[in-house]
C-alpha cells in the first residue's frame, strides 16, 4: 500500500494567488492549455558534485534574435530565476534593449516600467515566451531583472520557476524523458 506505480511526476508551479500543483505517479493534464499538448524530450545525467537531469533546448531567441541552439538545461524549482552560462548571458546585456538597466553585483536592475523583449524558449517542439513582466521583479522602487549571469555545472542553462510558471513538466523517470506543454493562464480548478 502506498507505492507509486510509476516513476513520474507532473508539476504544476504557479504564482502567489494560484495552485501549485505536484500529481505523484501519473500524468496530469489539468492545468495545461486547452488545445496543446506534451512535448517530450530525453533525459541525461549530467555528473558533477551532485546529479543533474538535462535535456536539450532546441533554441533561445531574446526578441526575435536567436541567442543559442542546442543547449542542454536543467528544470530547477529551488531557483527562482533564469540562469544562463556567460556565453549567453552576456549576450542577452548586451542587446540595446538593456541600456536603461544598471548593474550592481552581477544582477541588472531596470525601472519597472521597461519595455524589454520577451525570451522565447523551444523545447520539444513546443515554445515557451517569458515576457519581461514575467521576468521583472519588483524590488522597492525598481525591478530585479530576473535573468543571472551564472556557471552551472556542465555549462547549463537552468530553467527556474520564471520559466517553470509557464509550463506543466512530467518528469519521467521511467523512459528517462521529461515532458513540457504550455500551462493555462486560468486559475486551476481544485
Known sequence: AGKIAKRLFTLSLRNETQQSYITLGDVSTRNVQKGSRFGYTDLTVVASDSYYYSFLVDRVNLGDQAFTTDHYAVADTGTSMLCFPPSIANKFFQAEDFNECSQADGLYICDCDAILPPVEFMIAGRKFLILSEDY????????????????PPGDLIVLGDIFLRKAVVVFNLSDQTIGFAPATREPIKA
Open 136 to 151: 521583472l521583479l519588483p524590488q522597492d522602487n525598481r525591478c530585479l531583472v530576473g535573468i543571472l549571469n551564472l556557471t
